[in-house]
């Protein structure tokens, strides 16, 4: 029977029309599909006319499933192929564990939001729906509330886990990595060999700045995952100064995950390597242009600003034209986003050049230790304020290393 479904589902969507690429055919197509199965079976004898609905839901959402994995390289058209999964989810009550893992694939999760069904605790779809709609017009502090929040409720386990995944993230972007360890902790009590949640503790213990745990949790249960291993250690020589090593990981790591379809932390590594490659001139124009535009698409604006952050510094050499990017850059920032390391890395180089140590003693009042934990993007603010003669941003270090003083000094002369 379930061939003889699939069958019928299969030939049904060849009447409905097979492109399933344009966002409006999700609507237009799920009609054309339903009318189409209906004459299918009144004409089909060998069905039941009263086949469950449920079944060629179920049916079709594995033809739909096809479509989506056959192409891991357009975002639009996979965003719209599971925006009809989870219509029919929300239809006749069903749940994709495929489905939730794609979701979390796409950039955008706003965007990605806007296109699934209403928010429902009592069902599957529902509860992840409510998930997304965390990334609906909050800020970040409110995210990480709202999260906290969803845990007090009853959720599906694979939901709740997602929850806590990314509260830990939201309080890690907030400069709350104590707490953000926490909850990643409580993750890898239950799921000990996970790689990814090995990968984000190593990551967190970075931004802690605790080297020693760090190293030891790499070398005693590291995550298994090769591009994870290599992006940690390219962080770490980034803490050291060796540039060239620094952007390996990130890269390598970016091309991995573009490959499996996986677009939302591929960005976030691209915008990890970008940054790191414009601090050690390697970076071009073009690359920066490319992600500002990949950012504008899917509404992604902190990347927006770093790319904005990295073409500043490949223009530093014409003032007016870093002057020019800033103002870009200022324009990016909400009312409700505080100025940070973006701005002020570029604002400090700025100053070292045209000899404005005003302005690099003020940033360096501004950007003092404040209670909050600083991960590997304020590396190099810190190193700028360190060469510049000024106290570090971060808990007591060491000499500044070699490799940051040779970096430093080509920015700024």
């Not at 573009?258 to 050690?280: C, D, F, P, Q, T």
């Amino acid at each position: 029977m379930r061939d003889q479904i699939i069958d019928t589902v299969g030939d049904a969507v060849k009447d409905a029309g097979r492109d399933l690429a344009l966002r409006q055919l999700t609507v237009r197509v799920g009609l054309a599909v339903a009318t189409a199965i209906r004459r299918k079976l009144l004409r089909d004898r060998t069905l039941n006319e009263c086949l469950p609905l449920a079944s060629i839901a179920e049916a079709l959402m594995g033809l739909l499933r096809d479509r989506h994995d056959a192409t891991p390289d357009d975002v639009e058209r996979r965003l719209a192929v599971l925006e009809m999964v989870a219509r029919l989810c929300a239809d006749h009550d069903l749940r994709a564990d495929w489905l939730r893992r794609s979701l979390f694939e796409l950039p955008g999760m706003g965007l990605v939001a806007e296109r699934l069904p209403e928010p429902d605790g009592s069902t599957w779809i529902g509860q992840l729906a409510r998930f997304f709609n965390g990334y609906r017009d909050r800020t970040r502090l409110e995210r990480a509330a709202y999260f906290r929040d969803l845990l007090s409720l009853e959720q599906s386990p694979d939901v709740a886990r997602a929850t806590r995944l990314f509260l830990s993230y939201a309080l890690r972007d907030l400069g709350r990595a104590e707490e953000a360890l926490v909850e990643l902790q409580a993750l890898l009590e239950a799921e000990p060999d996970s790689s990814l949640l090995r990968y984000q503790g190593c990551r967190t213990l970075l931004t802690l700045r605790r080297f020693d745990d760090f190293e030891q949790r790499l070398r005693l249960r590291p995550p298994t995952e090769e591009t994870e291993v290599r992006r940690l250690t390219s962080d770490l020589a980034w803490e050291r100064g060796d540039l060239a090593t620094a952007v390996i990981g990130p890269r390598l790591r970016a091309a991995r995950l573009r490959s499996a379809g996986r677009h939302r932390v591929a960005l976030e590594n691209e915008s990890a390597a970008l940054w790191r490659s414009a601090v050690a001139g390697d970076a071009g124009a073009h690359e920066c242009e490319e992600l500002i535009n990949q950012s504008d698409l899917y509404g992604l604006r902190l990347t927006m600003r770093t790319a904005l952050a990295a073409k500043a510094l490949l223009l530093l050499p014409d003032d007016a034209a870093v002057a020019g990017v800033m103002n870009e850059l200022e324009a990016a920032r909400t009312e409700e986003e505080s100025t940070g390391w973006r701005e002020w890395t570029v604002a400090v180089l700025r100053a070292l050049r045209l000899g404005d140590e005003e302005t690099v003693a003020r940033i360096g009042a501004e950007a003092a230790p404040a209670g909050r934990s600083r991960g590997a993007n304020w590396v190099p603010l810190d190193r700028a304020l360190r060469y510049a003669g000024h106290r570090s941003i971060f808990p007591p270090v060491g000499p500044m290393s070699a490799g940051w003083h040779a970096a430093v000094a080509r920015l700024v002369t």
